[in-house]
Protein backbone atom coordinates (compact mmCIF):
# COMPACT_ATOMS: atom_id res chain seq x y z
CA UNK A 1 0.00 0.00 0.00
CA UNK A 2 1.49 3.40 -0.94
CA UNK A 3 1.49 5.96 1.66
CA UNK A 4 2.28 9.71 1.24
CA UNK A 5 4.47 12.37 3.31
CA UNK A 6 3.40 15.17 4.55
CA UNK A 7 5.31 17.63 2.40
CA UNK A 8 3.54 20.63 4.19
CA UNK A 9 6.16 20.23 7.59
CA UNK A 10 9.06 22.32 6.95
CA UNK A 11 12.11 20.29 7.76
CA UNK A 12 13.98 20.62 10.66
CA UNK A 13 17.95 20.79 10.64
CA UNK A 14 17.95 20.29 14.27
CA UNK A 15 16.15 17.00 14.56
CA UNK A 16 18.10 14.48 14.41
CA UNK A 17 18.13 10.69 13.86
CA UNK A 18 18.97 9.87 17.51
CA UNK A 19 16.01 12.26 18.49
CA UNK A 20 12.70 9.51 18.43
CA UNK A 21 11.95 5.77 18.16
CA UNK A 22 11.31 4.06 15.54
CA UNK A 23 8.89 1.26 16.18
CA UNK A 24 7.19 1.09 13.06
CA UNK A 25 7.65 2.39 9.17
CA UNK A 26 5.16 5.17 9.73
CA UNK A 27 8.36 6.46 12.44
CA UNK A 28 10.63 6.25 9.63
CA UNK A 29 7.93 8.50 7.43
CA UNK A 30 7.23 10.61 9.96
CA UNK A 31 11.61 11.43 10.14
CA UNK A 32 11.36 11.26 6.63
CA UNK A 33 9.14 14.69 6.93
CA UNK A 34 10.95 16.40 9.94
CA UNK A 35 14.26 15.98 9.20
CA UNK A 36 16.98 16.17 5.57
CA UNK A 37 16.98 11.98 5.94
CA UNK A 38 15.64 12.33 1.45
CA UNK A 39 18.06 13.32 -0.87
CA UNK A 40 16.07 12.92 -4.11
CA UNK A 41 19.12 10.65 -5.04
CA UNK A 42 18.98 6.95 -5.30
CA UNK A 43 20.66 5.71 -1.67
CA UNK A 44 20.18 2.50 0.38
CA UNK A 45 21.37 2.59 3.95
CA UNK A 46 20.29 -0.09 6.81
CA UNK A 47 19.65 1.44 10.46
CA UNK A 48 20.36 -0.44 13.30
CA UNK A 49 17.92 0.02 16.55
CA UNK A 50 18.04 -0.33 19.75
CA UNK A 51 15.12 -2.60 21.42
CA UNK A 52 13.76 0.49 22.58
CA UNK A 53 13.57 1.55 19.02
CA UNK A 54 16.42 4.00 18.98
CA UNK A 55 18.94 4.39 16.23
CA UNK A 56 22.20 2.51 17.42
CA UNK A 57 24.40 2.76 14.37
CA UNK A 58 24.14 1.81 10.81
CA UNK A 59 25.10 1.14 7.28
CA UNK A 60 25.61 4.28 5.02
CA UNK A 61 24.44 3.68 1.73
CA UNK A 62 25.56 4.50 -2.08
CA UNK A 63 23.42 4.92 -4.60
CA UNK A 64 25.48 1.82 -6.21
CA UNK A 65 23.83 0.01 -2.95
CA UNK A 66 20.18 -1.40 -2.96
CA UNK A 67 18.09 -4.10 -1.69
CA UNK A 68 18.54 -6.29 -4.48
CA UNK A 69 22.49 -5.73 -4.35
CA UNK A 70 22.87 -6.69 -0.86
CA UNK A 71 20.38 -9.74 -1.20
CA UNK A 72 22.76 -10.73 -3.40
CA UNK A 73 25.67 -10.08 -1.47
CA UNK A 74 25.23 -9.59 2.26
CA UNK A 75 28.71 -9.96 3.07
CA UNK A 76 30.11 -6.26 3.58
CA UNK A 77 26.66 -6.11 6.09
CA UNK A 78 27.27 -9.04 8.34
CA UNK A 79 31.28 -8.15 8.56
CA UNK A 80 30.63 -4.99 9.45
CA UNK A 81 27.70 -6.50 11.86
CA UNK A 82 29.73 -8.92 13.31
CA UNK A 83 32.90 -6.68 13.58
CA UNK A 84 30.96 -4.08 15.44
CA UNK A 85 28.76 -6.44 17.69
CA UNK A 86 31.92 -7.91 19.00
CA UNK A 87 33.19 -4.58 20.18
CA UNK A 88 29.68 -4.19 21.44
CA UNK A 89 28.39 -1.16 19.59
CA UNK A 90 26.02 -2.46 16.46
CA UNK A 91 22.38 -4.08 17.40
CA UNK A 92 20.58 -6.79 15.70
CA UNK A 93 17.20 -5.32 15.07
CA UNK A 94 17.48 -3.73 11.40
CA UNK A 95 15.47 -1.67 9.14
CA UNK A 96 16.50 -0.77 5.74
CA UNK A 97 15.69 2.61 3.95
CA UNK A 98 15.90 2.44 -0.16
CA UNK A 99 15.25 6.15 -1.60
CA UNK A 100 14.61 5.02 -5.07
CA UNK A 101 13.71 8.26 -7.01
CA UNK A 102 12.93 7.39 -10.82
CA UNK A 103 16.02 7.66 -13.10
CA UNK A 104 13.49 7.53 -16.54
CA UNK A 105 10.06 9.37 -16.74
CA UNK A 106 8.76 5.92 -17.22
CA UNK A 107 10.36 4.19 -14.49
CA UNK A 108 8.02 2.88 -11.60
CA UNK A 109 10.07 2.90 -8.09
CA UNK A 110 7.28 1.01 -6.12
CA UNK A 111 8.06 -2.18 -4.57
CA UNK A 112 7.60 -4.97 -6.60
CA UNK A 113 7.69 -9.25 -6.61
CA UNK A 114 11.60 -8.83 -7.16
CA UNK A 115 10.94 -6.71 -4.27
CA UNK A 116 9.94 -9.24 -2.10
CA UNK A 117 12.16 -12.14 -3.37
CA UNK A 118 14.67 -9.77 -2.37
CA UNK A 119 13.66 -8.98 0.92
CA UNK A 120 12.82 -12.13 1.65
CA UNK A 121 16.53 -13.31 0.72
CA UNK A 122 18.09 -10.65 2.71
CA UNK A 123 16.02 -11.57 5.58
CA UNK A 124 16.83 -15.14 5.83
CA UNK A 125 20.46 -14.59 5.14
CA UNK A 126 20.89 -11.83 7.66
CA UNK A 127 18.86 -14.13 10.34
CA UNK A 128 21.91 -16.81 10.52
CA UNK A 129 24.54 -13.57 11.39
CA UNK A 130 21.71 -13.05 14.12
CA UNK A 131 20.25 -9.92 12.65
CA UNK A 132 16.14 -9.19 12.65
CA UNK A 133 15.45 -7.05 9.42
CA UNK A 134 12.41 -5.78 10.56
CA UNK A 135 11.44 -3.72 7.61
CA UNK A 136 12.54 -2.33 4.30
CA UNK A 137 10.82 1.38 3.94
CA UNK A 138 11.09 2.17 0.05
CA UNK A 139 11.04 5.97 -0.68
CA UNK A 140 9.97 6.96 -4.47
CA UNK A 141 12.02 10.04 -4.23
CA UNK A 142 9.07 12.28 -4.40
CA UNK A 143 6.24 11.52 -1.47
CA UNK A 144 5.43 7.85 -1.65
CA UNK A 145 6.75 5.42 0.52
CA UNK A 146 6.10 1.52 1.40
CA UNK A 147 6.61 -0.63 3.86
CA UNK A 148 7.81 -4.15 2.65
CA UNK A 149 6.92 -5.27 6.49
CA UNK A 150 3.17 -4.19 5.60
CA UNK A 151 3.30 -5.86 1.86
CA UNK A 152 4.01 -9.21 3.73
CA UNK A 153 2.10 -8.83 7.17
CA UNK A 154 -0.63 -6.00 6.52
CA UNK A 155 1.18 -3.97 9.13
CA UNK A 156 3.74 -1.28 9.45
CA UNK A 157 4.47 -2.05 12.89
CA UNK A 158 7.19 -4.05 13.62
CA UNK A 159 6.27 -6.88 16.11
CA UNK A 160 7.50 -10.53 16.52
CA UNK A 161 4.68 -11.60 13.84
CA UNK A 162 6.34 -14.04 11.75
CA UNK A 163 6.64 -13.33 7.64
CA UNK A 164 4.36 -15.56 5.36
CA UNK A 165 6.70 -18.38 3.91
CA UNK A 166 7.79 -17.61 0.70
CA UNK A 167 7.94 -20.33 -2.34
CA UNK A 168 10.50 -17.58 -3.71
CA UNK A 169 11.62 -19.37 -6.85
CA UNK A 170 7.65 -19.62 -7.82
CA UNK A 171 7.11 -16.13 -7.70
CA UNK A 172 6.69 -14.29 -11.32
CA UNK A 173 10.22 -12.70 -12.08
CA UNK A 174 9.87 -9.01 -12.90
CA UNK A 175 11.89 -7.61 -15.14
Not at 105 to 111: G, L
Request: net charge negative; proline share 7%; with cysteine.
Amino acid sequence: MAHTLDRSVPVDDRIGIHDLEFREAGDVARFAELAPLLTGEANCESWHLDRDGHFACGTNGTALDSLRDWAMDPERLVRTFLEFRRQGTCTPDWVIVDERPPRRPCEDPSPNEADVRHFMRLRRQLEVAGIRLMDAVIFDGGSQWWSMCELLTGTTVWNDRPFPTLDLPRLRPVA
